[in-house]
């Protein structure tokens, strides 16, 4: 597998449940980054890790978002509590270095009905 | 005033034409910039990545980068109708993390 996948590729959920996605990054990609997109506007950038260290957490990322990269390898997005406006495809992206191109999986589409 | 302006569309062109987008952005810092394809429902595709002012070619793709106006473009030569989706630009200061713009919806028209 050469490019970055997500699971699962759709969510359907009750409001007030929680879901999880998960992302696993390109083989030796040591950057992997969250971003939420709703329809109609460009990728926002929720949270990214370097290994296993979070580093930075957009204002975005309510106290009802928590994702974590154990090990440095695949890493989770949880939400908790779930409202209809947090309705919206969630992609990961990787990178090998700082400065270089970031890859993007096919993304979660969550729906909270 | 966002950090990444993009024009939405649609940019609507005939089959062959030659198709130019382009975003404005406000911070100096940004160094690298990124052209994605985004089709409906899928994640977005990288086509084009660069680091400096003047034109990179790959293909029926250039990107061009003018830092001293803080603009840039993406032109794709003889257009097809597989060329229909979305643009997005990204654009990242050192270190940083991806800045994007809201995308263009572009409609190739046999």
């Known amino acids: 597998d050469t490019g970055v996948s997500q699971d699962p590729r759709h969510k359907i959920t009750k409001r007030g449940q929680n879901v999880t996605f998960r992302c696993d990054p390109i083989?030796?990609?040591?950057?992997l980054y969250w971003y939420r997109q709703t329809l109609g506007q460009g990728p926002e950038f929720l949270t990214y890790?370097?290994?296993?260290?979070?580093?930075?957490k957009s204002r975005l990322l309510s106290d009802r978002f928590s994702a974590e990269r154990p090990k440095g390898s695949f890493s989770t997005l949880e939400i908790q509590r779930t409202e209809q406006g947090d309705s919206a495809m969630y992609l990961c992206?990787?990178?090998?270095?700082?400065?270089?191109?970031?890859?993007f999986g096919q993304g979660t589409r969550l729906t909270v009905v | 005033q966002k950090e990444v302006e993009q024009d939405p569309g649609p940019l609507s062109v005939p089959e062959g034409a030659i198709v130019s987008l382009n975003c404005t952005y406000s911070?100096?810092?940004?160094?690298?910039f990124m052209w994605y394809r985004q089709y409906s429902r899928k994640g977005p595709e990288l086509l084009m990545y660069t680091y400096s002012s003047g034109n990179k070619e790959d293909g029926r793709f250039t990107a061009q980068v003018d830092k001293s106006s803080k603009y840039i473009s993406l032109f794709i030569r003889d257009s097809q109708p597989s060329d229909s989706a979305t643009y997005l630009c990204a654009i990242k200061a050192a270190g940083n993390k991806l800045t994007f713009g809201g995308g263009t919806r572009v409609l190739v028209k046999p």
């Open positions: 911070n100096s810092a940004f160094q690298y």
């Open positions: 890790f370097q290994n296993e260290a979070q580093l930075e």
């Open positions: 083989s030796e990609h040591n950057r």
């Open positions: 992206a990787s990178s090998s270095e700082v400065n270089t191109e970031a890859f």
